[in-house]
């Protein structure tokens, strides 16, 4: 008797689905990572913000050496389930506190905004500090931000994105962005989730619903630049991630140790 697989955790699905197709900022650290020292063996990689591993695992697909950070262990027990015969390594700890063995990563990143969801000025240092002291001597630390986002609200009939949809062991799960609202501080993205289960006869259960929130620091390049150089880092310019029709763009702040 075969068994099948154990369905995903609930937070994988939602993981997957709002950010798992994400792929322009791909090029840009296959990049990085390639030009550590082009001919030496391949570059030691830590990934703050890991999730399921959209990064981690195309990273390691291409033979370099990862750590996948992050602090949902549901999240990285995903990926290691995916990471069969990868060079990859999961770790369960909070980035601005987190200690390991290894301190000569040639490259640390933090993709899809991670640095803006760490608590203020405060949090992003604890992470710049960490992120130097696991770095060897002129490796490179590169975030990405977003510094604007369009604001809209759909819950006052204002138009917004389409829902994101996937099926998975025939529940349908539905997530739709419904509010971006912009203060001082934060920017603060609003999302409405259904889970419709599966139809029994001429049944057909009402869609659990759950509304979830996320507020991400405001943060400009120059300012985390600014913050790098004060935590021991050095400036090295920035890079654009181009705007999708379903994202949009992004700057990646580069510093090194």
């Given at each position: 008797?075969?068994?099948?697989?154990?369905?995903p955790?609930?937070e994988?699905?939602?993981?997957?689905?709002?950010?798992g197709?994400?792929?322009?900022?791909?090029?840009l650290?296959r990049?990085?990572?390639?030009a550590?020292?082009?001919g030496?063996?391949?570059?030691?990689?830590?990934?703050?913000?890991?999730?399921?591993?959209?990064?981690?695992?195309?990273?390691?697909?291409?033979?370099?050496?990862?750590?996948?950070?992050?602090?949902?262990?549901?999240l990285?027990?995903?990926?290691?389930?995916?990471?069969?015969?990868?060079p990859?390594?999961?770790?369960?700890?909070d980035a601005?506190?987190?200690?390991?063995?290894?301190?000569?990563?040639?490259?640390c990143?933090?993709?899809m905004?991670?640095?803006?969801?760490?608590?203020?000025?405060?949090?992003?240092?604890?992470?710049l500090?960490r992120?130097?002291?696991?770095?060897?001597?002129?490796?490179l630390?590169?975030?990405?931000?977003?510094t604007?986002?369009?604001?809209?609200?759909?819950?006052?009939?204002?138009?917004?994105?389409?829902?994101?949809?996937?099926?998975?062991?025939g529940?349908t799960?539905?997530?739709?962005?419904v509010r971006?609202?912009?203060?001082r501080?934060?920017?603060?993205?609003?999302?409405e989730?259904?889970?419709?289960?599966?139809?029994?006869?001429?049944?057909?259960?009402?869609?659990?619903?759950?509304?979830?929130?996320?507020?991400?620091?405001?943060?400009?390049?120059?300012?985390?630049?600014?913050?790098?150089?004060?935590?021991?880092?050095?400036?090295?310019?920035?890079?654009?991630?181009?705007?999708?029709?379903?994202?949009?763009?992004?700057?990646?702040?580069?510093?090194?140790?």
């Amino acid at each position: 008797m075969v068994l099948a697989p154990p369905r995903p955790a609930r937070e994988v699905i939602w993981h997957d689905l709002e950010c798992g197709a994400y792929r322009a900022d791909l090029p840009l650290w296959r990049e990085l990572a390639a030009a550590v020292q082009p001919g030496s063996p391949p570059a030691s990689i830590l990934e703050v913000g890991a999730g399921t591993g959209r990064v981690a695992l195309d990273l390691a697909r291409r033979g370099h050496r990862v750590t996948a950070l992050d602090l949902q262990p549901a999240l990285l027990g995903a990926l290691g389930e995916r990471a069969v015969a990868s060079p990859l390594e999961t770790v369960c700890a909070d980035a601005r506190i987190f200690a390991l063995t290894r301190r000569d990563y040639a490259v640390c990143l933090a993709p899809m905004q991670t640095i803006q969801l760490l608590g203020g000025p405060t949090g992003r240092a604890a992470f710049l500090d960490r992120a130097r002291a696991h770095l060897r001597p002129g490796g490179l630390l590169a975030c990405a931000i977003v510094t604007e986002l369009e604001v809209f609200d759909a819950t006052a009939e204002e138009d917004g994105p389409l829902s994101e949809t996937v099926r998975v062991e025939g529940t349908t799960y539905v997530s739709r962005a419904v509010r971006v609202s912009v203060d001082r501080c934060r920017i603060r993205i609003e999302r409405e989730r259904s889970v419709l289960a599966p139809k029994h006869g001429a049944q057909t259960a009402d869609p659990l619903r759950e509304h979830d929130i996320v507020e991400l620091d405001r943060l400009t390049a120059s300012g985390l630049l600014r913050e790098g150089r004060d935590a021991g880092l050095s400036p090295d310019g920035t890079r654009s991630i181009p705007a999708t029709e379903d994202h949009v763009g992004s700057v990646v702040v580069m510093l090194r140790a």
